[in-house]
């Protein structure tokens, strides 16, 4: 079922859903449960992310590297919820793959060295300034950071128009399959 996901991500992609390159990752902060959109990218050989390692998500993904990763995408109806364990991604991958950032994602990765994703901003602050203050490089800064993903277990449900939807969880250390009530 590992590999249904893949052929359901090219199917999104090829309908070019709007959603097929995301996903929403699940964070603890204490014991309130964080979301944010990140972008899902086929990195080394597997899934992984792209953030600030200055971020608030760094640092709660390093406490609690086990959560949840959720896709929907709506062009085939399909939802996956996976239990995934992140793992640091290496300074190879990040030099392999910053150099091809869009030029803001790489200021704005200096920027965080000095002023942290998150950051209050003061009133006659502007972003345009704090850039232009941030001496960005051409090479990645420190904090630019990331996660390998490595799914744990999945459950897909496919959506069907008459409301019986499918839904099945896969548990990749057992090999268990198993249909549930949807
Ligand atoms: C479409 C979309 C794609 C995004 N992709 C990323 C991403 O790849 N990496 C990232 O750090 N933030 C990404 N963000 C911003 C995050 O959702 C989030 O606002 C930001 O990372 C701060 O999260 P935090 O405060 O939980 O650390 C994206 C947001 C949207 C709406």
Redesign the pocket.
């Known amino acids: 079922m590992i590999g249904q996901f893949f052929v359901d991500r090219e199917r999104a992609r090829a309908a070019e859903d709007p959603w097929a390159q995301?996903c929403v990752l699940a964070?603890l902060d204490g014991t309130c449960p964080?979301l944010?959109?990140?972008?899902l990218r086929d990195l080394a050989g597997g899934l992984g992310?792209?953030?600030?390692g200055h971020?608030?998500?760094?640092k709660?993904l390093e406490l609690t590297p086990q959560t949840e990763l959720l896709t929907y995408w709506d062009s085939i109806k399909v939802q996956y919820r996976l239990c995934v364990m992140l793992a640091p991604l290496s300074r190879e991958v990040i030099d392999t793959h910053w150099p091809r950032r869009p030029a803001i994602s790489k200021a704005l990765d200096w920027l965080y060295e000095t002023v942290p994703?998150?950051s209050v901003m003061d009133a006659e602050q502007s972003l345009d300034a704090l850039l232009a203050q941030s001496g960005a490089e051409e090479s990645p800064p420190p904090g630019a950071s990331g996660a390998m993903i490595e799914i744990v277990s999945l459950e897909r449900l496919q959506l069907q128009a008459d409301g019986k939807h499918l839904r099945e969880h896969f548990d990749l250390a057992t090999g268990a399959r198993k249909t549930l009530v949807p």
């Open positions: 995301l964070s964080r944010r959109i990140l972008v992310v792209f953030y600030s971020s608030s998500k760094a709660q994703q998150g």
